[in-house]
């Protein structure tokens, strides 16, 4: 897979490491079958929540503080807009029920595969309704991988610019940094496209994992249960169905902060980067490698059609919300800051 990536050419075809992984993995599961053992070794949540724990305790706490109030504000407008889009088309217009409206949405308006499996679990959704939400986000990551790259450079976006709107618009953390470095490279600062891309997904939107979780949960514990129960429902289940791993992102982010913070500048770089920060680097790509393989893995094209139409749809019209809206907020709300960053 890092011999794939690190070919020469293979920028061009948006080849980084995790995309590469999950191609692979697609290709084993619809071309050989597979074990059913293995699928206890998929752990695709299990490796999403180590990559962000991970990419916590290389984000350094002063910069959420200092830059991340502006990603929080559109992240909040995107994700309002974007979750209710999705859950009322699948509701209202399509008839779906209501748990699978609101994994879909969210995942739509988060960070798709781990947003889902948050949400599943904290509104007890049925495995089929969280198996067709990764399946729309990780289809819709695949193709905006191509399109947002390729969008921003029709519109000659500067790299900082261009990586916040994909981190606006983009449906997984590591799908959405391939398409950040893949522009960044291309207009020449793939520092500011990867920064911009993780103040917007990782401190932006991401942090309404959280939130969706705690919403959800309490709506599906004191409306829906209440309504189809008749009981009345415990308040401490809401925090049992709280994501714990989006705790476990910041408090690495203040302990790295914490260890880091007596070293200047150029110590930083010369030692603490190459000897600390460098390594959990590499551990985070391994952790979403292998998200990302779990998830070729256990996608299998025949069961698609389990999806339906309603439900892509009403999916697609979040998709279609997020994209021209993130477009908006990224280039003519906040676009100077952005291109400063």
């Given at each position: 897979m890092f011999s794939i990536a690190g070919w020469q050419n293979a920028a061009k075809f948006n080849l980084e490491a995790p995309l590469v992984a999950l191609i692979i993995g697609l290709i084993l599961a619809n071309v050989v079958k597979l074990p059913k053992w293995m699928d206890s070794a998929f752990r695709v949540e299990y490796f999403i929540k180590v990559g962000?724990?991970?990419l916590g305790a290389t984000f350094p706490i002063t910069l959420v503080l200092t830059a991340g109030p502006v990603a929080i504000v559109q992240a909040t407008i995107i994700s309002l807009a974007t979750c209710l889009v999705i859950y009322f088309?699948?509701?209202?217009?399509?008839?779906?029920?209501?748990?699978?409206?609101?994994?879909?949405?969210?995942?739509?308006?988060?960070?798709?595969?781990?947003?889902?499996?948050?949400?599943?679990?904290?509104?007890?959704?049925?495995k089929e309704d969280l198996y067709t939400s990764v399946t729309l986000v990780v289809g819709w990551a695949l193709v905006m991988i191509l399109v947002l790259p390729f969008l921003s450079r029709?519109?000659?976006?500067?790299?900082?610019?261009?990586?916040?709107?994909?981190?606006?618009?983009?449906?997984?953390?590591?799908?959405?940094?391939?398409?950040?470095?893949?522009?960044?490279?291309?207009?020449?600062?793939?520092d500011?496209?990867?920064?911009?891309?993780?103040?917007?997904?990782?401190?932006?939107?991401?942090?309404?994992?959280?939130?969706?979780?705690?919403?959800?949960?309490s709506i599906a514990t004191?409306?829906?249960?209440?309504?189809?129960?008749?009981?009345?429902?415990?308040?401490?289940?809401?925090?049992?169905?709280?994501?714990?791993?989006?705790?476990?992102?910041?408090?690495a982010s203040i302990l790295m902060?914490?260890?880091?913070?007596?070293?200047?500048?150029?110590?930083?770089?010369?030692?603490?980067?190459?000897?600390?920060?460098?390594?959990l680097v590499s551990l985070r790509t391994w952790a979403f490698i292998f998200c990302f393989l779990s998830i070729g893995l256990t996608t299998r094209f025949r069961e698609l059609k389990a999806i339906g139409w309603k439900t892509f749809w009403a999916f697609t019209i979040g998709?279609?919300?997020?994209?021209?809206?993130g477009y908006f907020l990224?280039?003519?709300?906040?676009?100077?800051?952005?291109?400063?960053?």
């Open positions: 962000i724990v991970l088309s699948a509701t209202r217009i399509f008839g779906l029920d209501r748990r699978l409206g609101a994994v879909i949405g969210v995942g739509g308006a988060v960070c798709g595969v781990s947003a889902s499996m948050a949400i599943a679990a904290s509104v007890r959704a049925k029709m519109l000659s976006l500067p790299a900082g610019v261009a990586g916040a709107w994909i981190g606006t618009s983009e449906f997984a953390d590591a799908a959405g940094f391939a398409a950040a470095s893949t522009y960044g490279h291309m207009a020449g600062n793939e500011a496209a990867i920064k911009t891309f993780t103040l917007m997904k990782v401190i932006g939107r991401d942090l309404w994992i959280g939130i969706w979780s705690l919403v959800w949960a004191v409306v829906w249960e209440k309504q189809e129960t008749g009981t009345k429902p415990d308040a401490r289940e809401v925090w049992w169905r709280f994501p714990k791993f989006v705790i476990g992102f910041f408090v902060t914490a260890v880091t913070s007596g070293y200047s500048t150029a110590e930083f770089n010369s030692t603490v980067k190459p000897n600390l920060i460098l390594p998709v279609a919300v997020n994209l021209v809206l990224s280039v003519h709300v906040f676009g100077d800051y952005w291109a400063k960053v």
